[in-house]
């Protein structure tokens, strides 16, 4: 059945759930340039220095754990507003602390903003999104990640030269901007949390949310303003209503079933896998990383703020190939792409002196690392956890898949300096290529193709229902 969209109307939805994963990108990357000073004032060992990147993901982790069931409860626009309402706290909670210990308590808030937003903005992207365009549509929040991530980048490349060009007198300016610039780096994160905030009031609830709490009134008022015909509204509505079913089974029985427990399981590992593979580390620790390379100070930052703009870039490019490609080609080709920019990283750490390699060679191999991640699985898996699992219980399943997720984000966070420093960047770099294989044979044997099929299909196929 044809039906008119109103593909306006979808994308102001999906932009302004977006704007969550701009608040992820800022508060996830704003760290990295604040580690060395933060290091230096508060004398961190290498341990207490992975802490202090580490601490947000363990509110991350919790915020991911309950983030379905609340949304679940409550709803996809009142979670969002939560998480809003964290990012803002966080921000005036870090430029303020008074102590090493209030930072670590104010990031863990944060953190708690990131792991809900992880998994409520996606869900609602993929419920208001046509099957057509869903990728496109749920990859813009990858897009806005991105976005978040070049933000923190500039601002911190900005805060660092005034920082080394001014000078304030003694006031809040000073301390904010200069003797602590950290505290601007972190603080200014206020501003995008606000706008979050604000504008998360003018966006309905998810209509298929609504549907399976029985409010369909409220629903298919919804549904009219995505669907200009009423056979297209009655549509969506009879198909989501009947991927409910009957039986109103209990919600972790229906977790538990065979098929979708199965789902469940591929999305965890693929979620938990892809943190292994070298992208959080590059995020966090881009600056240190780069010093051990022999690019120090600003020309460290100005690398990372390289590494962010070829990180959107190629996601803007992965936007609009990724529901004419398919999910799984972007993992196939750029997957392979990482494996090859990860072994000629870790050969430039290994005997790139003896070689004549200069740090060219490896920005070469880093900028082209992460096109190859943002082209792939960066863009790729918040789309497929978005829409792996069954509506009734959507939110719950990908809370699990993102609890996966952001455990394995939190190793990385934590063990990065260690590895670093205990590893070699060589032998780092090395064992980041070596986890691409796993996850790339995962993607192949048990995943799916789920480009243009609708949520209500691919319930079908992990029900054993459709081939």
């Not at 660092?160 to 200014?188: K, P």
């Not at 029985?214 to 989501?240: C, D, F, N, P, W």
């Not at 292994?276 to 240190?288: D, H, R, S």
């Not at 990860?342 to 070689?355: E, N, P, Q």
Request: hydrophobic share 50%; aromatic share 12%.
């Amino acid at each position: 059945m044809k039906k008119k969209i109103n593909t306006g109307y979808i994308l102001f939805l999906a932009i302004v759930s977006a704007i969550g994963g701009i608040l992820f990108g800022y508060d996830t990357a704003v760290i990295s340039g604040t580690i060395g000073i933060v290091t230096q004032q508060f004398s961190l060992d290498t341990l207490q220095q992975g802490w202090y990147v580490g601490c947000a993901l363990i509110g991350s982790i919790a915020g991911a754990a309950f983030a379905g069931v609340l949304s679940d409860t409550i709803g996809r626009k009142k979670t969002m507003l939560i998480a809003a309402f964290l990012f803002c706290v966080c921000a005036a909670g870090c430029a303020e602390s008074h102590g090493f210990a209030h930072l670590v308590a104010f990031r863990i808030i944060g953190g708690l903003g990131v792991g809900i937003v992880s998994i409520v903005s996606p869900i609602y992207i993929s419920e208001v999104s046509t099957a057509e365009k869903r990728g496109t549509l749920v990859s813009l929040y990858q897009l806005a990640v991105t976005i978040g991530f070049l933000i923190a980048y500039l601002v911190n490349y900005a805060i660092l030269d005034i920082a080394e060009t001014h000078r304030f007198g003694s006031g809040f300016l000073n301390t904010h901007l200069v003797d602590e610039y950290w505290r601007g780096m972190l603080g200014s994160g206020v501003f995008p949390a606000l706008l979050f905030l604000i504008i998360i009031f003018f966006i309905p609830e998810s209509p298929k949310w609504l549907i399976t709490k029985g409010r369909g009134a409220l629903a298919t008022k919804v549904l009219s303003r995505i669907y200009l015909t009423e056979e297209g509204v009655e549509h969506e509505y009879e198909q989501t209503r009947a991927s409910i079913g009957s039986e109103n089974k209990a919600e972790w029985k229906e977790l538990l079933s065979p098929g979708i427990l199965k789902a469940v399981i591929i999305g965890s590992a693929i979620a938990i896998l892809g943190q292994f593979m070298g992208v959080n580390a590059v995020l966090y620790y881009g600056p240190e990383i780069f010093g051990k390379a022999g690019i120090a100070g600003g020309d460290a930052l100005f690398s990372q703020v390289l590494v962010g703009i070829v990180n959107m870039a190629t996601t803007v490019i992965a936007m609009f190939i990724i529901d004419k490609v398919g999910r799984k080609q972007l993992v196939y080709w750029g997957v392979s792409g990482m494996i090859i920019s990860l072994v000629m990283i870790g050969i430039y750490f290994a005997c790139g002196d003896s070689l004549g390699l200069g740090n060219g060679f490896m920005l070469t191999f880093f900028l082209f690392y992460v096109f190859c991640c943002a082209i792939s699985i960066s863009a790729v898996v918040f789309v497929l956890l978005s829409e792996m699992y069954p509506n009734s219980v959507r939110g719950t399943a990908m809370s699990i898949a993102g609890f996966a997720l952001w455990i394995g984000t939190y190793l990385i966070g934590q063990l990065t300096p260690w590895l670093l420093e205990n590893l070699t960047p060589a032998g780092t770099f090395f064992l980041f290529a070596g986890m691409c294989i796993p996850y790339i044979l995962i993607m192949w044997k048990a995943v799916p193709e789920t480009t243009g099929k609708t949520l209500e299909e691919i319930e079908e196929y992990w029900k054993g229902k459709r081939p």
